[in-house]
């Protein structure tokens, strides 16, 4: 069901032994000479072998024929390369290593984002966009840090994406603290990163308020990642007061935007704004555009070579030929 053929247009060469025959016994001889032909004169032992089989030989020379066509075939199944696969396509490593941090602060339970058409909190939409967009890094090592009053790894570095996935859609608000420290979240990344061998390393933060907690000031943090290779990109997530809307309350009052743009400037990355799923979704596609390797390795399918099938065929074929022939010839 899974065969493929490395060389099919090899079978084009089937009806050459025809036209070599039709040559051989049509256009040699002294009729070939009246037309001005130049005819093939081969060898006598090979004529008379030849003889033997031509189709106006007797069945005995017609089944010889038939065993001949059918080693020609098999020989050129054998050419085209034929092989099956034979395990599951690896995606080779890019060499790339990413850590998504998310904010599990309070304001995270705001219920401001649709999905599937209801209305769910922040956590919920974020948690469905990101479990997708590590599921798509095929090849990369993810980790996820997890960040509140403080930053803590929930997810080691790893080609383990289901875990990394898995460790996200776990996530639960408030399980980090009430508050936002994006520098410890920052520092965490860096600790995690700095001795990594990974020739790229990215730090993709996403946070709906303003750091208010930790030791770390993110814009320092960001500057002693960008010292060590690691890129940071931000995302700022909220929805906008709705103008036509009666309710005076802003719900991304507590989002710092110039915080995380200026965050994202020290990591030599890019800040984003997310005030919807669509919104978020398209970030992170985004993300994954900038962050794609320049020339991804192709992925590797694992085939099992079908070659000596077919030429083990041929020489079956061609050995009961031969083996035909000399009982032929064997005097009664």
Partial sequence: MNLSLAWPWVFLLAPLPLLFLRRLFLGGGSGAEARGEPGIEPPPRLREALEEIAPSAPSGGR????????????????????????????????????????DLSFSMERK????????????????????????????????????????FSAAPVTYDLSAAAQAAQEAQIGMAGRTTAIGDAIGLAILKLREDPASRKTLVLLSDGANNAGEAEPEDAAALARSFGLRIHTIGLGSERDPNSRDPIDPSADLDEAALRRVAEAGGGKFFRARTTGELSAVYDEIGKIEASAAEAPPFTPRQDLRNWPLSLAAGLLLALGLAHLRARRPA
């Fill in 63 to 102: 089944l010889a024929l038939i065993l001949l066509w059918a080693a020609w075939l098999a020989l050129l199944a054998a050419l085209a390369q034929p092989s099956r696969i034979s395990g599951a396509v690896i995606q080779p490593a890019t060499g790339r290593a990413m850590i998504l941090a998310l």
């Fill in 112 to 151: 401001d984002f649709q999905l599937d058409g209801r209305a769910v909190d922040r956590l919920t939409a974020v948690k469905s966009v990101a479990t997708e967009f590590v599921r798509a890094r095929e090849g990369d090592r993810v980790g996820l840090i997890l960040f509140g009053d403080q930053a």
